[in-house]
């Protein structure tokens, strides 16, 4: 293809042979001869101001390298607002990023600037930022760090959350289940219940892990497998998943020890039963039955004590089962029939002395007045009676 430059001096683009109009400024090209207009051309640029066509395009390259580079810029001095994230050590840069000693930064595409040699591109080149590296991307926003979850108890691991979305963790020692219960407040007793669960107060209780279900027969023979305790009279080994029942509280506080956790406090017991609502029962407002647990009158299909977890009609909002009936469970807190008209406000552990220790609950020998969440009795630490059980808590790690 024959080609002549625009006779414009300002112009001088090459057009084809034959062209009416020039393809850049629009000059007429009409009465042109192209054999004149290229006399000192060539068809590559050469010749009189040929020379500056490199230079043109040079500058138009700088220029936008210039600009990109301020936006760029700009982006790193907005900080959250931009695209780019910093993190407290180690830098990842993305794709085609560094790693820097001093900052995370993470980019889904291209570089980001890391600090303390962090790079934004494969050839090393860096922006040093201090203590922490920015990451910015052509291709788009930097990815944010995910929040790190609470801290695990001792002996844990993670176990999925329950459909409240509460945590819950596995023991490494016995296997059981605890979900944990996110501190809070709420109303402890009942103004309308029996004398000792008055008045009712308020109470704070810290988080904390609690065992899903009551310890089973299961769980009990391996803790006297693993420390020689004689397993209480008649133990009935066929039924692996009941609770275990027969246990004076000295035996329900040295599992505790064993598996790396303690008894429940009567108010921690009371919160996992009532929750921040203060419900009445375990499960809400609604009035016991036969789904709702294992207690006397209620029809339930079991004459005496029944697997855990059986009715899950009675589980509390945040998964915690066998609440209500089935067997009495103990707690760390000794008795005291007037204990709620002095106790304080915040994480109460009962009495100093006495040597009866409160249990909540209920039983499968109990009435339906029996499983109401404020309920409470009074047991001696000697009693293994063949309705009393325990589960167990741990603190929740600050």
Same mark, same amino acid.
């Given at each position: 293809m024959d080609l002549f430059p625009c006779p414009l001096d300002d112009c001088q683009h090459w057009n084809e042979d034959g062209r009416k109009k020039c393809f850049t400024c629009g000059v007429s090209l009409e009465g042109v001869d192209p054999a004149k207009a290229r006399k000192g051309f060539s068809a590559d640029g050469s010749g009189p101001l040929g020379w500056l066509l490199p230079l043109i395009v040079? +500058?138009?390259?700088?220029?936008?390298?210039?600009?990109?580079?301020?936006?760029?810029?700009?982006?790193?001095?907005?900080?959250?607002? !931009?695209?780019?994230?910093?993190?407290?050590?180690?830098?990842?840069? +993305?794709?085609?990023?560094?790693? @820097?000693? *001093?900052?995370?930064?993470?980019?889904?595409?291209?570089?980001?600037?890391?600090?303390? @040699?962090?790079?934004?591109?494969?050839?090393?080149?860096?922006?040093?930022?201090? !203590?922490?590296?920015?990451?910015?991307?052509? *291709?788009?926003?930097?990815?944010?760090?995910?929040?790190? *979850?609470?801290?695990?108890?001792?002996?844990?691991?993670?176990?999925?959350?329950?459909?409240?979305?509460?945590?819950?963790?596995?023991?490494?020692?016995? @296997?059981?289940?605890?979900? /944990?219960?996110?501190?809070?407040?709420?109303?402890?007793?009942?103004?309308? @219940?029996?004398?000792?669960?008055?008045?009712?107060?308020?109470?704070?209780?810290?988080?904390?892990?609690?065992?899903?279900?009551?310890?089973?027969?299961?769980?009990?023979?391996?803790?006297?497998?693993?420390? *020689? /305790? /004689?397993?209480?009279?008649?133990?009935?080994s066929s039924k692996p998943k009941h609770p275990v029942v027969s246990v004076s509280w000295k035996d329900a506080e040295a599992y505790a020890e064993w598996a790396g956790r303690r008894l429940p406090t009567e108010a921690e017991w009371s919160f996992a039963a009532r929750g921040t609502d203060s419900r009445p029962y375990a499960w809400g407002d609604a009035s016991p039955s036969k789904s709702h647990g294992n207690f006397k009158g209620g029809a339930d299909g079991h004459d005496t004590v029944a697997p855990v977890a059986s009715f899950p009609d009675g589980a509390t909002p945040d998964g915690v089962m066998d609440m209500a009936g089935n067997v009495w469970e103990w707690t760390a807190d000794r008795y005291s029939s007037s204990w709620y008209g002095k106790s304080p406000a915040d994480n109460p552990t009962g009495p100093t002395s006495g040597s009866e220790r409160t249990v909540r609950g209920g039983a499968y020998t109990s009435g339906a007045k029996d499983v109401r969440a404020p309920n409470r009795w009074k047991m001696a630490e000697s009693s293994s009676r063949n309705n009393i059980g325990f589960r167990t808590v741990v603190d929740a790690p600050e």
């Open positions: 040079i +500058g138009a390259v700088i220029g936008g390298l210039a600009w990109w580079s301020s936006q760029q810029g700009g982006a790193t001095e907005e900080g959250d607002d !931009a695209a780019a994230t910093t993190m407290a050590s180690g830098g990842d840069a +993305g794709t085609d990023g560094a790693t @820097g000693s *001093g900052g995370t930064s993470t980019a889904p595409s291209g570089g980001g600037d890391a600090a303390d @040699g962090g790079g934004d591109d494969a050839s090393g080149s860096s922006d040093a930022g201090g !203590a922490g590296g920015t990451g910015g991307a052509a *291709g788009g926003s930097a990815t944010p760090p995910k929040p790190a *979850g609470p801290k695990l108890p001792d002996g844990m691991t993670a176990a999925g959350k329950s459909d409240s979305g509460a945590l819950q963790v596995e023991s490494e020692t016995d @296997g059981a289940t605890l979900v /944990r219960l996110e501190g809070g407040s709420f109303s402890m007793g009942s103004d309308s @219940g029996d004398p000792d669960e008055k008045p009712e107060h308020e109470v704070t209780v810290s988080s904390f892990y609690i065992d899903v279900h009551p310890v089973t027969n299961e769980q009990y023979a391996a803790f006297c497998d693993a420390t *020689g /305790r /004689r397993k209480p009279s008649g133990f009935p």
